[in-house]
């Protein structure tokens, strides 16, 4: 009796440490949960995507770096728009309902270098609405570590590139092709540079000791007294000037000239005035329209005369169409010089005066 009685006392403590094992168990995966435990209140939404990108279920999402649910499932979606392609249930936090609206973002990211997936979730304003449970987010496809990847491959294949231009640049260099080509193999630049290198010091050297032109300017006070003269002539001028002394300052200095000047813009305006009212001569000429008219009536006439000589009519048509007029003078011409020609060789003949008396 007394056995039994030990062995069920055994069993009994046996029970109840197996039951304290599973309630510490269960405390501390309670713990190990924190915000995201299984005795949280979670609501659902659906977010869909142009691609997973990897996205496993179990991936956490976070809202501003804090964890808020994990994904419950990943699959295709049966929708034909290209950017609703891949489907996530999400379990999220039911404390943050009120924070995840209709305008917030839902972006696949990569944690760290490693590969592993997340879904980032952006806080959404005021003028959107919180999502219920059950309804669904447009999520938004941003750059993963495969792209930057793809980007960085793409970015070390220009490399290459750019190196075998920058050495099939440098082979060019080195075979003295090109302008730096000839630069650096060439030796008559330097040879060139090296003479006007000479020819330089050369030149400062003659300066120095005052041969050539250069030389008597730097060294020949003679040009500097003669500059100083001028310049006393210049101060001389211009105070005669300032003086009003001879013409220019006469023209500067004497007011006469400008009264002058006012006077004749002044009969000047006046003249202008009586010619825009019509007066005198000039404004007949630019007012009146009797002289145009005249003037027109009289180039109609001489055009009329003109065209009448042109068609041969008149007297001066006659004389400028008709040949006969031409032909007469012609023959009386001939006449005269015959005349001429009789007359000088035999004058006696003309100038005999038969003079009878009954």
Do not use: C
């Not at 839902?106 to 944690?111: F, R």
């Not at 060439?186 to 020819?199: F, G, K, L, P, R």
């Not at 013409?247 to 006469?256: A, E, L, Q, R």
């Amino acid at each position: 009796m007394a056995q039994r009685k030990t062995m069920a006392w055994a069993e009994l403590r046996v029970g109840l440490l197996v039951t304290g094992s599973f309630a510490l168990l269960l405390l501390a995966i309670f713990y190990i949960g924190g915000d995201s435990g299984f005795f949280i209140p979670k609501y659902t939404v659906t977010a869909y995507f142009p691609s997973a990108n990897g996205l496993r279920t179990g991936a956490e999402i976070w809202l501003e770096g804090v964890t808020i649910g994990n994904v419950d499932t990943v699959r295709i979606s049966t929708q034909g728009d290209p950017n609703r392609s891949v489907e996530a249930v999400m379990q999220l936090d039911q404390r943050f309902q009120n924070i995840i609206r209709s305008d917030s973002t839902a972006n696949i990211l990569t944690t760290g270098l490693l590969g592993d997936m997340h879904v980032e979730m952006t806080r959404g304003t005021d003028a959107g609405q919180p999502i219920p449970d059950g309804g669904s987010l447009q999520g938004v496809e941003t750059g993963d570590i495969r792209q930057i990847i793809t980007s960085t491959n793409d970015f070390v294949a220009n490399l290459s590139v750019l190196s075998d231009q920058f050495r099939r640049m440098a082979e060019r260099v080195d075979r003295g092709e090109g302008t730096i080509g000839k630069f650096l193999s060439d030796t008559s630049i330097y040879d060139n540079a090296n003479q006007a290198t000479v020819e330089m010091t050369t030149l400062v050297r003659d300066a120095r000791t005052g041969n050539g032109t250069i030389g008597r300017l730097m060294s020949d006070d003679g040009l500097y007294q003669r500059i100083s003269t001028t310049m006393d002539r210049v101060d001389s001028v211009i105070a005669r000037v300032e003086r009003g002394e001879g013409t220019i300052g006469k023209f500067v200095n004497d007011p006469s000239l400008y009264n002058r000047s006012d006077e004749l813009v002044a009969r000047f305006q006046t003249l202008a005035d009586r010619i825009e009212r019509g007066e005198g001569t000039l404004g007949k000429l630019t007012t009146d329209d009797a002289l145009y008219n005249e003037m027109r009536e009289t180039m109609t006439k001489v055009s009329t005369l003109v065209t009448s000589i042109e068609n041969g009519q008149g007297t001066l048509g006659k004389l400028t169409s008709d040949p006969a007029l031409y032909n007469s003078l012609n023959q009386t011409s001939s006449e005269v010089l015959k005349l001429l020609y009789d007359f000088r060789q035999d004058p006696k003949k003309f100038l005999t005066i038969n003079f009878r008396l009954f």
